[in-house]
């Protein structure tokens, strides 16, 4: 049951609105989400999206404590960065692909092993992004990163099972007709 006492600022059409609403029941009043902390700062009833990595990442650097509800502790865990190229252009470039897998994994271990030798790179792409911002979102997103699953199957790798229950509940949402097998939407090198 939503028991909040204020509004939850999201981006319409969002996915896990739905199966929060249908999995704990109530509707909480929905307000459009705007990218800034203003709004979410000056309104303490305020409940809104974000990157575990990013906003609370700038609200802990101003001195600001905030509660962060990873959707995924209710059951709803979709991947949130996912890179994908169709069955033709797989087809037609798999060394290209298969370089190109081996490159993003090998820089997450190295970013994972040493998070400080990547700062003036993250600098130089985001100015705006302090160093004291760079070490708190590395420590924070560790978890999102590394799992028991990736420890086993290598990082990056995606789990069969969490496609399989995201099939099914974006089904039970009514956002798909029907669910894939998981095999078929994607691959672990």
């Known amino acids: ?12 059409g ?35 999206q974000c990157y575990a990595t990013a906003e609370p990442v700038e609200l802990a650097r101003r001195g600001k404590e905030v509660k962060v509800f990873p ?3 209710s059951g709803f865990d ?5 890179v994908a190229v169709n069955e033709r252009y797989l087809k037609e ?20 092993a040493e998070p400080t030798a990547f700062d003036p790179g993250i600098a130089a792409l985001n100015p705006a992004m302090s160093r004291e911002a760079m070490d708190l ?7 999102f990163v590394e799992s028991d699953f990736t420890h086993r199957h290598g990082l990056g790798a995606m789990d069969p099972k969490r496609w399989q229950d995201l099939g099914r509940q974006l089904t039970e949402l009514g956002q798909l007709k029907s669910a894939p ?5 994607f691959r672990n090198p």
């Open 137 to 143: 979102a590395a420590e924070k997103q560790r978890p």
């Open 93 to 112: 470039h798999p060394d290209l692909v298969r370089r190109f897998v081996r490159a993003l994994r090998r820089g997450w271990e190295e970013y994972l």
């Open 78 to 82: 979709p991947y949130n960065g996912v």
């Open 14 to 48: 969002q996915a896990f609105v739905r199966f929060l609403t249908t999995k704990y029941g109530g509707t909480p009043r929905l307000v459009p989400y705007q990218g800034a902390l203003a709004t979410f700062e000056a309104d303490a009833t305020l409940a809104q």
């Open 181 to 185: 097998e998981a095999a078929a939407v």
């Open 71 to 73: 959707i995924a502790d």
């Open 1 to 12: 049951m939503w028991r909040g006492k204020g509004p939850v600022a999201v981006e319409p």
